[in-house]
C-alpha cells in the first residue's frame, strides 16, 4: 500500500502530484490561478511575472507599463558592463551559466546594477512626489542599513558622470509615462530639470526604472530581482555571439591617454 502523497503549497505557488508518482505535478496554481489548464497560451510572459511578484493578476495598463519596460531593459549593449562582463564569459568559452552569472554579479552592484534601482526605489517610498523631500534627499550621501553594501556616495537613479541625459533614457521616460497607470513618471517626468541640477547629473535607466517599478506598485526588494531578470535576455545574446568569434574581433573600447606615461617613455628612448 502506498503512502498519501502531500500536496507541495507555498503562499505562491500550490502543486497537487499525481496518483501513481509523488514526484510528478499533476496540476500547478499560482495564487490561485491554474497555470497549465488555464494561462498557458492565454496569459503573456508580464502578466506572469506580475502575478508572481504581486500576487495578483495585472490590469491591461499595469501589463502594457511592465511590457515596455522588460522591452527597455532587455538590452542594455555592449557599453553596460554587465553585458560586457557577458560578452567576455563568451569570447573565453565560458559555459552558459557562467556567462549569466557573470552579468548577474556586475549588474547587481549600486552603480547602473540592480542595487542602484532598489535605492532609488526606497527614494521614491520616502520621497512621493514632494520636491522638497526629493532636494534634500539628492543633496545629501546615501547610506545603508546593512554591512554588506558600502555607502553610496552617488543619487541613485542619475549619472554622476554624464553631461546631459541619454537620448535613450528620455525616449524611454517619454513612452513609459504614456502607459504608466501610476503617478511617479509622470512627475518625474515634469520635475527631471531640476531633480538633476540637485543631483549634479542627468538622469539614468535605473532612475527611469525604478520610477516605473514604483508606478507598478512593487516592493524596492522585487524591483530589484526583476531588473536583475529583466536585463538578462541582451546579456545572453552578446555572450552567444562572441563565442563564435575571435577575440582578435572583441570589441574593445579605445581609450586614449592624454598623458600616456608608457609613450613618453617610448618617446624619450628614441630621443637617445
Same mark, same amino acid.
Given at each position: ?8 503549497? =507555498?503562499?505562491?505557488?500550490?502543486? @497537487? ?16 490561478? %491554474? ?10 510572459? #508580464? ?11 495585472? %490590469? ?6 511592465? @511590457? ?14 554587465? #553585458? ?27 552603480? =547602473? ?69 501610476? =503617478? ?29 517599478? =514604483? %508606478? ?42 592624454? %598623458? ?10 628614441? @630621443?637617445?
Amino acid at each position: 500500500m502506498s503512502a498519501p502523497v502531500t500536496p507541495v503549497r =507555498t503562499r505562491i505557488w500550490q502543486e @497537487e502530484a499525481e496518483a501513481d508518482n509523488a514526484f510528478a505535478t499533476r496540476t500547478a496554481h499560482c495564487h490561485g490561478y %491554474d497555470v497549465y489548464g488555464q494561462m498557458l497560451g492565454h496569459a503573456r510572459w #508580464v502578466e506572469m511575472l506580475y502575478l508572481l511578484f504581486r500576487g495578483e493578476a495585472p %490590469d491591461a495598463a499595469q501589463a502594457a507599463l511592465l @511590457e515596455a519596460l522588460a522591452v527597455g531593459l532587455a538590452n542594455a549593449g555592449p557599453r553596460d558592463p554587465a #553585458v560586457h562582463a557577458a560578452m567576455c564569459a563568451g569570447i573565453g568559452g565560458s559555459p552558459a551559466a557562467a556567462a549569466l552569472m557573470a552579468a548577474l554579479a556586475v549588474g547587481a552592484g549600486q552603480h =547602473t546594477g540592480a542595487r542602484e534601482v532598489l535605492l532609488a526605489m526606497e527614494a521614491w517610498q520616502a520621497c512621493g512626489t514632494d520636491l522638497a523631500a526629493w532636494r534634500r534627499h539628492l543633496q545629501r550621501p546615501a547610506t545603508t542599513s546593512t554591512d554588506i553594501w558600502p555607502d553610496h556616495s552617488e543619487p541613485p537613479g542619475f549619472d554622476p558622470h554624464g553631461t546631459s541625459v541619454a537620448g535613450t533614457v528620455r525616449q524611454a521616460l517619454h513612452r513609459m509615462t504614456e502607459l504608466s497607470p501610476g =503617478t511617479s513618471l509622470a512627475w518625474l517626468g515634469a520635475q527631471r530639470v531640476e531633480l538633476e541640477r540637485c543631483a549634479g547629473g542627468p538622469l539614468a535607466m535605473t532612475g527611469v526604472a525604478a520610477a516605473a517599478l =514604483t %508606478d507598478l506598485g512593487f516592493s524596492p526588494e522585487a524591483g530589484e530581482m526583476l531588473f536583475l531578470l529583466m536585463r538578462l535576455p541582451g546579456a545572453a545574446a552578446h555572450a552567444l555571439e562572441q563565442r563564435s568569434n575571435s577575440y582578435r574581433d572583441f570589441p574593445f573600447f579605445a581609450v586614449e591617454l592624454q %598623458d600616456d606615461p608608457g609613450r613618453s617613455k617610448t618617446a624619450a628612448r628614441a @630621443e637617445q
